[in-house]
């Protein structure tokens, strides 16, 4: 069984910075593709950055230049540098892998990690 174990989560104020860490473990050959989800009280969880395999990766526009998605391919983590954090990014973090290769013929499509609280204080 594969799953995913974020870390980093805080209460920060505004203008600080945070690192979130996402660690996968158990029996799987390659995560194709690995993210970072949030989600805010009374919305939609919604994503934050993508990266892939290949290290190409995708931001959300309101995070984009202040939060920085990177990755450990030998550790199988993922990590979320955010800085210049504002109330507004307060939410739910919550670790996301996609294309789980787990053997040759047997690829879980998504998972998901329990999450971890950011709070950001004005």
């Known amino acids: 069984q594969v799953r995913l174990a974020e870390t980093g989560g805080d209460l920060v104020q505004a203008g600080g910075s945070l690192r979130l860490s996402c660690t996968a473990s158990?029996?799987?050959?390659?995560?194709?593709?690995m993210a970072w989800y949030r989600q805010a009280p009374g919305k939609e969880r919604e994503l934050v950055a993508r990266?892939?395999?290949?290290?190409?990766?995708k931001y959300a526009d309101s995070v984009k230049d202040r939060f920085t998605i990177s990755r450990d391919i030998v550790k199988d983590a993922v990590y979320l540098q955010m800085n210049r954090l504002t109330p507004g990014d307060t939410a739910v973090y919550y670790c996301?892998?996609?294309?789980?290769?787990?053997?040759?013929?047997?690829?879980?499509?998504?998972?998901w990690g329990q999450g971890t609280q950011v709070t950001v204080s004005s």
């Open positions: 996301n892998a996609r294309e789980v290769v787990i053997t040759t013929t047997d690829i879980k499509y998504e998972l």
């Open positions: 158990g029996n799987f050959i390659r995560i194709n593709k």
């Open positions: 990266i892939d395999f290949e290290g190409v990766t």
